[in-house]
């Protein structure tokens, strides 16, 4: 019950609360989420939407990892979900999450999310309460990083090729110089 004029003055700062997050996330161009401690869907910015194909309204209030679904088609923890689980259970299982701080970062590969797949950078921190200092939920930014990765493995096989050519240039060289 909301009866007293303190509950109803936290009732709306956390109204507020929650308004600030949905605008600040909106902005982002990242792909970015935000669950609660049992792990339901708080916020899914419109870059999550275009990521994903699904809309914010269908996804909101969603938990069983249902938001892990469009990435690989299966319920498994996201990077968001680590950050709410102990360090040494998660370590066991993610050996290419990097932690920096209280963050969480992954470059990882994600062969269903689109026909040929994705590579994708993630990077989640727990949201803490203003008031207790305690931790509520997980945010998780995605980044689409395909493009980059694909031009990186271009410029190597450039690279190498150039190699290759110096190698048979040198190879058309005379051992010494003649006189």
């Known amino acids: 019950a909301v009866d007293k004029p303190e509950d109803v003055k936290r009732v709306e700062e956390i109204i507020r609360s929650h308004r600030s997050l949905t605008d600040i996330l909106s902005f982002l161009p990242d792909a970015t989420f935000v669950i609660d ?3 339901k869907v708080i916020a899914w910015n ?4 275009l990521l994903t194909s699904i809309p914010a ?7 069983n990892y249902e938001y892990a679904l469009p990435f690989y088609k299966e319920r498994r923890p996201m990077l968001a979900n680590l950050i709410l ?3 040494a259970e998660w370590e066991k299982k993610y050996n290419t ?8 970062v992954v470059d990882v590969f994600v062969p269903g999310l689109r026909p ?3 590579y994708l950078w993630a990077k989640a921190s727990p949201l803490y309460d203003p008031n207790s200092g305690n931790v509520i939920g997980a945010i998780e930014a995605i980044r689409d990083i395909t ?3 694909e031009m990186e493995e271009r410029l190597a096989r450039a690279n190498a090729e150039l ?3 110096a190698q048979i240039q040198k190879s058309f060289l005379p051992e010494s110089i003649p006189v």
């Open 57 to 63: 309204d269908k996804i909101l209030g969603k938990g």
């Open 46 to 49: 419109s870059a999550m939407e």
């Open 116 to 118: 040929g797949g994705v």
């Open 147 to 149: 493009d980059r990765r």
């Open 163 to 165: 190699h290759i050519a």
């Open 37 to 39: 401690l049992e792990g």
């Open 85 to 87: 689980i102990p360090e």
């Open 97 to 104: 999450v990097e932690r920096i701080s209280d963050t969480l």
